[in-house]
C-alpha cells in the first residue's frame, strides 16, 4: 500500500504592513500638513485684502507642489490602513458585526478629504505666476479651501471609536488600543462640535501612530 505524504501547510502569515501604513500616514499627515499649510502670515490681516493676500501666496509654488505629493501619498496610505482594519476587525468580531465597516468608514471619509482638498492645489499652482491675471476674490476661495478640507480628519472619530467598541465590548482589539481609541475617539468628536474642525488632524494623527499596538496583538 503505497502511502502519500500530505504536504505542508505552511503556516498562516498576519500581515502588518496595513499597520505600518496607518503609522506613516499619522506622522506624514501631521508634519506635513503643518509644514505645508502656511501659505502667508495670519497675524498680517491678508483675509481683508485679497490683493494682498494673492500676493503674498505667488512664492508658495514650491510649498503647494510639495502638499499636492503629500496629499496623494496620504490618501494611499490611509486606504490601505483602512483595508486592513477592516479585515483585522472582522478577523475578531462576531459575523454581521457594523464595526469593521464603520471603522474602515470613518478613513475612508479622511482619504476622501484630502483627495478633495488636493484639488485646490491645481488652481492655486496656475494662480501663482505674475504674469497670470487671476482675481484676487477668486484666489482668496482657494486658500480657504487649501486651510482646510485637508484638515477634516474628524471621520478618524468613527473609526477610533469602531476599535474602542471591538476591543472593550468583545475583547476584538488589546485594551490599550481600545482605550487609545475611546480617549482619540472623544478627542476628535470635540472637534467637530466647535467651528475649528481642522483641529482633527491632532488626534486623528495621534490615533493612527497608535497603529503599533496592532503589531503585537492577536489576530
Do not use: K
Not at 494623527?205 to 503599533?212: D, I, N, T, Y
Request: hydrophobic residues 55%.
Amino acid at each position: 500500500m503505497t502511502t502519500h505524504a500530505l504536504p505542508a501547510v505552511p503556516p498562516r502569515v498576519r500581515p502588518r504592513a496595513w499597520a505600518w501604513c496607518g503609522i506613516a500616514a499619522g506622522v506624514l499627515g501631521l508634519g506635513g500638513l503643518l509644514a505645508t499649510g502656511n501659505l502667508y502670515d495670519p497675524a498680517a490681516g491678508l483675509l481683508s485684502d485679497n490683493a494682498r493676500l494673492l500676493e503674498a501666496v505667488r512664492g508658495s509654488a514650491t510649498l503647494i507642489l510639495a502638499h499636492q505629493v503629500l496629499c496623494a501619498a496620504l490618501v494611499g496610505l490611509l486606504v490601505v490602513f483602512g483595508a486592513g482594519l477592516e479585515g483585522r476587525l472582522r478577523q475578531t468580531l462576531p459575523a454581521g458585526s457594523l464595526l469593521p465597516g464603520i471603522a474602515a468608514a470613518g478613513v475612508g471619509l479622511t482619504a476622501v478629504a484630502l483627495l478633495v482638498g488636493a484639488g485646490y492645489d491645481t488652481d492655486l499652482w496656475w494662480a501663482l505666476p505674475p504674469e497670470v491675471a487671476l482675481d484676487p476674490d477668486a484666489v482668496s476661495g482657494y486658500v480657504v479651501f487649501y486651510n482646510t478640507i485637508p484638515w477634516l480628519w474628524g471621520g478618524l472619530a468613527l473609526s477610533a471609536g469602531a476599535t474602542a467598541v471591538a476591543g472593550l465590548r468583545h475583547g476584538a482589539v488589546g485594551r490599550p488600543t481600545a482605550w487609545w481609541g475611546a480617549a482619540c475617539g472623544t478627542l476628535l468628536v470635540a472637534t467637530q462640535l466647535a467651528p475649528a474642525q481642522y483641529a482633527a488632524v491632532l488626534p486623528g494623527a495621534l490615533w493612527l501612530m497608535g497603529a503599533f499596538t496592532f503589531l503585537r496583538a492577536r489576530p
